[in-house]
């Protein structure tokens, strides 16, 4: 059974920074672009940055290029997400799923909280 | 940058009825379009990819149509299962890029 567990979300101040990380289990991790998506409180999906299955290859959206860093540990079968510079908008529940190309992605976790507040 | 635009915002459908679910892309998105649906509290589970195709396990009355720009979710004979937000989700630039919809709320009348 494919398995995505993220964790790492918190409570964190303007300005600061958090790693969030996905575990998974049940597929060959190694063989699968993975992805992160956010939903700020009450609003839609938004993906965020994904990476393909050496790491070699990462894409951010814009409001996230410079700040956020997508990575990827195959040995580990683990997801991170490295959030720098965090601003009151990237608050939300973030998702790691797993992609199947241009087909969108089939298995997602079950998310972790980020809050970003004074 | 590809917007994607979904109507209505908010469906108000009784259980039994077909509901429609529309999603304009500003420019052509070719094939390239998924639909998830997502119940509060849950993650996002995908529907249909490749704008007609049924994803594993999903069942036969959500069916998928469209290409190019114009793009249509139906949901035939709703069960009270289906009560949900749905996101359409256009993949024609992946993996540099992917969009989603703003959603749609299918509510109970």
């Known amino acids: 059974e494919v398995q995505l567990v993220e964790s790492g979300g918190a409570l964190v101040q303007p300005g600061g920074s958090l790693r969030l990380s996905c575990a998974a289990s049940?597929?060959?991790?190694?063989?699968?672009?993975m992805t992160w998506v956010r939903q700020a409180p009450g609003k839609g999906l938004e993906w965020v940055a994904n990476?393909?299955?050496?790491?070699?290859?990462?894409y951010y959206v814009d409001s996230v290029k410079g700040r956020f860093t997508i990575s990827r540990d195959n040995a580990k079968n683990s997801l991170s997400l490295q959030m720098n510079s965090l601003r009151v908008e990237d608050t939300g529940v973030y998702y790691c799923?797993?992609?199947?190309?241009?087909?969108?992605?089939?298995?997602w976790g079950q998310g972790t909280l980020v809050t970003v507040s004074s | 940058e590809i917007v994607l635009t979904q109507s209505p915002g908010t469906l108000s459908l009784s259980p039994g009825e077909t509901a429609t679910l529309s999603c304009r892309a500003s420019?052509?998105?070719?094939?390239?379009l998924a639909w998830y649906q997502q119940k509060p509290g849950q993650a996002p589970r995908l529907l249909i990819y490749?704008?007609?195709t049924r994803a594993s396990g999903i069942p036969a009355r959500f069916s998928g149509s469209g290409s190019g720009t114009d793009f249509t979710l139906t949901i035939s004979s709703l069960e009270p299962e289906d009560f949900a937000v749905y996101y359409c989700?256009?993949?024609?630039?992946?993996?540099?890029?992917?969009?989603f919809g703003q959603g749609t709320k299918v509510e109970i009348k």
């Open positions: 989700q256009q993949l024609i630039h992946w993996p540099l890029m992917c969009t």
């Open positions: 420019q052509s998105v070719s094939m390239y």
């Open positions: 490749d704008a007609s």
């Open positions: 990476i393909n299955q050496d790491g070699r290859e990462k």
């Open positions: 799923a797993r992609e199947k190309g241009s087909s969108g992605s089939a298995y």
């Open positions: 049940g597929f060959t991790f190694s063989t699968y672009w």
